[in-house]
């Protein structure tokens, strides 16, 4: 699996490439329990990786595991494990946790077994000049029916269908909407919409991952002078929209192109929050 130059740390040591490290009796490799969070460092700076840690942490919790890390212990590893790159090639930061045996009949997580390991690869930093999107059949869950209050790995099957169903009908990504009907998120990323020079995202309630590049763009929108609000929005919203962007950890903010049959143009907008996400990053702490 491992394709470009991966570091991985596990009990103390840093090993290169993709150790084996998950065995056929793990509770992880069996019930699928594992939650996982997405970093990124590029050009000297990881922007949030102090809330990435302590996402992932929250989301070990969430799953009935033990968050055995404290958040500042994967921040200095995380720095640590930065050194053994070339230092220009983006790199994607990967702190995950599993459970080695179940609990109660075995079917919950032990969280006395939960093991933790920080995978590190290089992964450039695209521009994307933008992707379209398709309306998915497939849905979010809501807390009652999965645990969409952890970055958990056996939520995104439902993501990676949803995926496949766009691409089979010509889009890049899906436009997943939750159980009621309202607009949630794409198949891998947050979504925002500009209406009459007010920007709009979904409301968090739970059933999307309320992203932490989302937060931060909210706040440095609203910093410039934007008027920035969540609501519940339908598809109709976003087809009449004047423009449409994502964000994300991985790709940062990407410009929506077309929603169904509604072609859009990359508006100023997003074009004005990857500068001002891109000035506020290179604020953050150097390591
Ligand atoms: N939604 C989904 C389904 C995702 O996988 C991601 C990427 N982690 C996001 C939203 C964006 O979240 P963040 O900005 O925290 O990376």
Redesign the pocket.
Known sequence: AATSTTWTYIDGDWYEGNPAIIGPRSHAMWLGSTVF??GRWFEGVSPDLD??AA?VNNSANNLGMKATMRTEEIIGLTWDGLKKFDGKTAVYIRPMYWAEDGGYMGVPADPETTRFCLCLYESPMIPSSGFSVGVSSFRRPSLETAVTNA?AGS??PN?GRMIMEAKARGFDNALVLDMLGNVA??????IFMVKDGEVFTPAANGT??A??????SMQLLEDAGYKVREKSLKVQDFMDADEVFS????SKVVPVTKVEDRELQAGPVAKRLRDLYWDWAHSTPKG
């Not at 998120?185 to 947050?190: A, L, Q």
């Not at 992203?211 to 931060?216: E, H, N, P």
């Not at 964000?247 to 991985?250: A, I, V």
């Open positions: 969070d997405g809330l990435h996402r970055k939520l995104y993501n998120e794409t198949g891998s990323s947050n999307f991952l992203g932490i590049t989302r937060a931060r964000t994300g950890n991985h």
